[in-house]
């Protein structure tokens, strides 16, 4: 079974800073997705980033950018110019290649913005 | 990617009884997530619903204390049964959106007393 770990319960950064939150899984599989969203207090599941095993470029969505080592199972977020808005649970999440698995979570980070 | 209506947001409900969540989607999708979020934890998933089948469970959730329906490919539910003060969570649905992520409902908050 797939595990995703999130060895960071709490991170807190500076306002126009960069903080880095940091993302390990186990997979047997060769091929899956992995991904980054937000939850602020609103309760609602806000998608950040999306990574393809398979794509060895890093992605990236404006001031948020991953660092994908396949081989090491890792895949951190990288927040630049950090936002008030952007203080929220982070959670990684794991999805197998076939159509229609469910993603499985990692345990969350906190990430609080300081003014 | 597909517009999640989840109702209702939050409820408070008393230990014994049972509460209905309902997930309505803007497009036909194949297959429904449900996820629990307990207080300060990550989402586990309690099941996946297919339409015109019976849903799936995860090991330690039942059918008995959360029957899923699944009527068509837009619309599904999630009963929470004979409720006790530990089912007290986040409950959340979510579809997918092809490979590139899933869609979550805006979740309902649960608190049973």
């Known amino acids: 079974a797939q595990t995703v770990t999130q060895s960071q319960p709490e991170m807190s950064v500076q306002e126009a800073e960069t903080v880095t939150l940091s993302c390990t899984y186990d997979?047997?599989?060769?091929?899956?997705?992995l991904f980054w969203y937000k939850q602020p207090p609103s309760r609602q599941m806000i998608l950040v980033i999306r990574?393809?095993?398979?794509?060895?470029q890093n992605a990236t969505e404006n001031r948020f950018s991953v660092n994908f080592q396949k081989a090491a199972k890792s895949f951190s977020l990288k927040i630049s110019d950090s936002q008030l808005g952007d203080a929220a649970m982070y959670f990684c999440?794991?999805?197998?290649?076939?159509?229609?698995?469910?993603?499985?979570f990692g345990g969350g980070t906190r990430l609080m913005v300081k003014p | 990617s597909a517009v999640i209506s989840q109702k209702p947001s939050r409820d408070i409900c008393q230990r014994g009884t049972s509460l209905t969540i309902q997930c309505q989607v803007d497009s036909q999708v194949t297959m429904m997530f449900w996820y629990r979020q307990q207080p300060g934890q990550s989402l586990t998933l309690i099941a996946t619903?297919?339409?015109?089948?019976?849903?799936?469970?995860e090991s330690g959730f039942v059918i008995d204390k959360f029957p899923i329906s699944r009527p068509n490919l837009t619309f599904s539910t999630l009963t929470v049964s004979n409720m006790s003060p530990e089912d007290s969570s986040i409950y959340l649905c979510?579809?997918?959106?092809?490979?590139?992520?899933?869609?979550f409902g805006s979740g309902t908050r649960l608190t049973v007393v």
């Open positions: 999440a794991y999805k197998k290649w076939d159509p229609g698995n469910m993603l499985t």
């Open positions: 619903a297919n339409q015109g089948s019976e849903a799936t469970y």
């Open positions: 997979t047997s599989e060769s091929d899956y997705y």
């Open positions: 990574q393809e095993a398979y794509k060895q």
């Open positions: 979510s579809v997918g959106a092809g490979f590139y992520g899933y869609t």
